[in-house]
């Protein structure tokens, strides 16, 4: 065997495995490109194998941004300034970033953090409730003026 067999032959395989991997959760390019990495492949044939992904329909980084954003402003109640952290972090174009966060209803939103603002006010004295509040919120990566337009409709007991 010579080593162009073997490196086609180690290409084919990193792309099935690469497949599977994609098949099992939803990627973005930048996990794939790591995962090939990891696994013994080198740029040039990372590339190779994520323009046949993105080709084949099993990557795709502008629905990765939309499940991604859904996930985490709805399920895990995180603020879009650390979800678009998040997702730079990740490689993403800002123009799959912005789709992500289209994707996510503004009212959905802002419930999601009235809720997460109801919930942890109970937890808190009522001494230094609202900066305590704030504090918590923004580190949660929402923007202070989405903090103040919830905090004025949670009532003091």
Request: one cysteine or more.
């Amino acid at each position: 065997m010579n080593d162009n067999t073997e490196t086609q032959d180690l290409e084919l395989a990193l792309l099935n495995r690469a497949r599977r991997y994609c098949a099992a959760a939803e990627q973005c390019s930048d996990a794939v490109r790591q995962k090939v990495s990891a696994w013994g492949g080198d740029p040039q044939m990372a590339g190779r194998i994520i323009a046949r992904l993105h080709d084949e329909g099993y990557l795709d980084d502008i629905r990765y941004a939309r499940r991604y954003c859904e996930s985490k402003l709805l399920g895990q109640h995180w603020g879009r300034q650390k979800v678009a952290y998040q997702l730079r972090m990740k490689h993403l174009a800002p123009e799959a970033i912005a789709a992500g966060m289209d994707a996510v209803d503004d009212e959905a939103y802002m419930q999601a953090l009235a809720d997460l603002a109801a919930k942890k006010a109970r937890t808190l004295p009522l001494d230094d409730r609202r900066r305590k509040l704030t504090a918590f919120l923004a580190s949660r990566g929402y923007a202070i003026s989405e903090i103040n337009q919830v905090l004025i409709n949670i009532s003091e007991p």
